[in-house]
């Protein structure tokens, strides 16, 4: 194991988390207000699926793309975390049959599987801020001890190429929302300077300006040097 003599700033963790949580937390409260006479309960249990599949998607770049190049400088650096992703998939599989069962019950019965719906996306919830607060704490002074900010960055340039468009537009509706005004300038600074100005527009129009105060927007476009 090779160490890096000068240690790396780089986090590639904290947007993409913060953004996570921020859906979890979002998804957790209207899942607690939810009742079987909710006229938005059928949009509800969808938009659960979607935050469901995208917890789902972000294991598989880290699998892919982080726990791939740790392994190579450090051999069984990554094994508690392969175990945590696991035990996040099996979540996945016990809150979608959860699903399934309100979708198909009535009544009173709607009503209690919606309760232990949200008693078991909860638990969820709890992992996944304990998992991601470990590999911020943990494992982010590994990797920064392991590879240089070039190297860091490359592997999360590495994981955004993996990003279809339709998920992308998911995530920086999570991510920018989450991040603070200066972040925010600088991930999309990023992003203009790497996407189509068609793409960029839709990320702002779609993405960024519903999920954010008028206030905030008037920030981030002076920031941005919009045209106002």
Same mark, same amino acid.
Do not use: W
């Given at each position: 194991?090779?160490?890096?003599? %000068? ?18 937390? $979002? &998804? ?22 979607? $935050? =469901? ?15 791939t190049a740790l392994e190579a400088r450090a051999p069984g650096a990554t094994s508690r975390l392969e175990q945590a ?5 099996? #979540?996945?599989? %016990?809150? +979608? ?14 009503? *209690? ?8 996306? *909860? ?8 998992? /991601?607060?470990?590999?911020? $704490?943990? /494992?982010?002074?590994?990797? $920064? #001890?392991?590879? #240089?900010? +070039? +190297?860091?960055?490359? =592997? +999360? %340039?590495?994981?955004? *190429? ?12 999570? /991510? ?10 600088? &991930? ?26 008028? %206030?905030?927007?008037?920030?981030? *476009?002076?920031?941005?040097? =919009?045209?106002?």
């Amino acid at each position: 194991m090779k160490l890096n003599c %000068d240690r790396s700033t780089h986090d590639f963790y904290a947007p993409i988390h913060k953004g996570i949580r921020l859906g979890l937390c $979002q &998804m957790l409260t209207r899942l607690g207000a939810a009742d079987a006479g909710d006229p938005g309960l059928i949009r509800m249990l969808a938009d659960l699926r979607a $935050q =469901l599949a995208l917890s789902d998607q972000h294991l598989t770049h880290e699998d892919a793309v982080i726990h791939t190049a740790l392994e190579a400088r450090a051999p069984g650096a990554t094994s508690r975390l392969e175990q945590a992703h696991d035990h996040h998939r099996a #979540s996945f599989e %016990d809150l +979608e049959a959860l699903i399934g069962r309100v979708e198909r019950a009535d009544g009173t019965e709607k009503n *209690s599987l919606l309760r232990a719906l949200y008693l078991r996306f *909860s638990l969820f919830v709890a992992d996944d801020f304990a998992h /991601m607060a470990e590999e911020e $704490q943990l /494992m982010l002074p590994i990797l $920064q #001890s392991l590879f #240089s900010d +070039e +190297e860091l960055m490359a =592997l +999360e %340039d590495a994981i955004v *190429s993996q990003i279809p468009p339709e998920e992308m537009m998911a995530v920086a509706g999570l /991510m920018i929302p989450a991040a603070t005004r200066t972040d925010r300038i600088g &991930m999309l600074s990023a992003m203009r300077a790497n996407a189509p100005a068609e793409a960029f527009g839709a990320i702002l129009a779609v993405a960024v300006q519903p999920n954010i105060s008028a %206030d905030d927007f008037a920030h981030l *476009s002076e920031g941005l040097g =919009l045209a106002a």
